[in-house]
């Protein structure tokens, strides 16, 4: 009844343990999928991606080491142009003259504006009538106000549909009759402003009878053939010079003109520039793949842990309940006083044997507990093999004689003078965990154990040989897994939680040693225990 409560509740604990992880097993793989997908999708795309900033990039650098000598080309083309015209173009004349030297082929022509008229070269007679109106109509404007928005009529609905007027004349001082114009303080600076694609180049000049300009209009296009050349000589691919209606957009001064990378450069060295992208990418993969595979193993590890949590509780649970309902049920009865001499020296040595294998339950758990975290026992056995297990083997042959166990050993006279540096308490409690299985599957017959110790290289093989129905071979691959037993032992009601042998290669091996099974027949087993020699 008690086997059959015990498998109820492994069952239900693991059923739960699996309920509590499907979901985050499904979460997870959920979540690596598309982290999977999304991944593949970048790296598709990630060698053009990263090729495409390179090339922007490259342009950037290149159209910014371009300016200045672009920047530097279009002063020098503008103060020509500038110098020419010298303090101002001429007052007080019918006629303006064409400045000596010509004009440069971007300039489309030069004016004048004083006491209210426009003046134009001769050569530049055409100019007033290929300009909209509304540039001659803000000269006076802009010299008075320099860099202010541009009067439009047309925004202003002002002008009559049809009509083209000009009206460039505002109230200025007139002069004492027989004086003439001329020219009051420093020179002013030049500056450009622009209205629907034509660009004006003026200064304003403070004379006499108020303020003047004169100046020249730029051809943008013509002007940016001087330019970019430059731009092209450095690398640059189809680069263009535009002029801009926002100031603070332009890359250029004082005109406001912009000037674009066009297309982006050729890089040198692709193909190489690809094979190392290609190498990064592959390392990106190779981590991922090992992300998952690491996660998954986390996963998997901690569902281990949960499998052996959910049966240490469920195993040690049914051996904790079987001793102590022996307890209660035996000193019941004997409370009771009831019982003959026979029957209570029976339940007297009932009730030994519980209490021992209930010490014997609890010392292996806490061994187990002390060498998952990491603790060993400090203790070292230091000594001749011929002094110290003879010793270990008589005390163990007691005990076990106590149990109704035949022991014999046997120690090879060689091994008399070898050192051996071991703890003798973790060797016997090997043994005995040993022993305490071949009692445990005796199946009727009267359990015997032979112990023999033999010299391997560098190594004390002590060889522990039982006379037990043996192992299955299916049984052996989980035979030092924790908590793992048999179909055999639950259904035969075998006590153990199946932590012996488990417990014996652990401890085996914290003290430099190991424990395997060698054989396992019809006959028995044989199982060998390897300690170190000491030097």
């Known amino acids: 009844m008690l086997c059959q409560c015990t498998r109820a509740g492994l069952y239900l604990e693991r059923k739960r343990m699996k309920k509590k992880l499907t979901p985050v097993l499904i979460i997870t793989a959920i979540l690596v999928i598309i982290a999977a997908v999304w991944q593949a999708k970048e790296a598709a795309t990630l060698e053009d991606t990263l090729l495409e900033i390179d090339r922007r990039t490259q342009t950037e650098r290149l159209l910014a080491l371009s300016l200045p000598e672009v920047q530097a080309e279009l002063n020098n083309l503008l103060q020509a142009e500038s110098d020419k015209m010298g303090r101002h173009l001429p007052f007080n004349t019918a006629n303006i003259p064409q400045p000596a030297g010509g004009k440069a082929d971007f300039n489309r022509g030069y004016f004048l504006y004083a006491e209210g008229k426009l003046q134009f070269p001769a050569e530049d007679a055409g100019l007033r009538e290929s300009v909209p109106s509304v540039i001659w109509r803000n000269i006076p404007h802009q010299a008075r106000n320099p860099h202010t928005s541009i009067d439009d009529p047309e925004a202003r609905k002002t002008e009559m549909a049809g009509v083209t007027t000009m009206k460039v004349s505002i109230a200025e001082p007139t002069l004492p009759e027989g004086e003439e114009l001329r020219a009051t303080g420093d020179m002013e600076p030049f500056f450009a402003w622009t209205y629907k694609g ?104 901690y569902a281990r842990v949960e499998r052996r949590r959910s049966d240490f509780v469920s195993a040690v649970t049914h051996e904790l309940r079987t001793p102590l309902t022996s307890f209660v049920l035996y000193t019941e009865m004997l409370k009771s006083g009831e019982l003959t001499a026979e029957k209570e020296k029976e339940y007297h040595e009932t009730l030994y044997n519980e209490s021992r294998r209930l010490g014997h339950l609890v010392e292996n758990v806490l061994a187990y507990a002390k060498l998952t975290r990491g603790k060993v026992r400090g203790r070292q056995d230091i000594g001749a093999c011929g002094k110290l297990l003879p010793a270990l083997f008589a005390k163990i042959k007691e005990r076990l004689n106590k149990d109704g166990v035949e022991m014999q050993y ?74 793992s037993r048999s179909a055999k032992a639950e259904s035969g009601r075998k006590p153990g939680v199946g932590l012996g042998l488990a417990l014996s290669r652990d401890m085996a091996r914290s003290i430099g040693g190991d424990l395997v099974l060698e054989t396992s027949s019809d006959k028995g087993c044989t199982f060998v225990l390897t300690l170190p020699l000491g030097e």
């Open 198 to 301: 034509q660009l004006v180049y003026m200064r304003p000049i403070r004379t006499n009878a108020g303020t003047a300009a004169d100046g020249f209009l730029i051809d943008p296009a013509k002007l940016a053939a001087h330019l970019i050349p430059i731009l092209q000589k450095n690398g640059l691919q189809a680069p263009q010079i535009e002029l801009t209606i926002d100031a603070a957009k332009g890359n250029l001064a004082p005109l406001p003109l912009v000037v674009k990378p066009g297309q982006e450069v050729d890089l040198p060295n692709v193909e190489e520039r690809k094979a190392a992208l290609r190498g990064t990418i592959a390392s990106a993969w190779m981590i991922s793949i090992l992300t998952v595979i690491v996660l998954f193993g986390l996963l998997a590890f």
């Open 410 to 483: 046997t120690l090879d006279s060689r091994l008399q003078l070898l050192s051996l540096h071991t703890d003798l308490l973790s060797i016997e409690q090997i043994l005995l965990n040993l022993a305490d299985n071949a009692v445990k599957y005796a199946e009727n017959k009267k359990p015997s154990v032979h112990i023999s110790v033999i010299r391997t290289h560098r190594m004390l093989a002590i060889r522990f040989s039982d006379n037990g129905p043996g192992i299955a071979p299916e049984l052996q691959k989980d035979l030092f897994r924790p908590f």
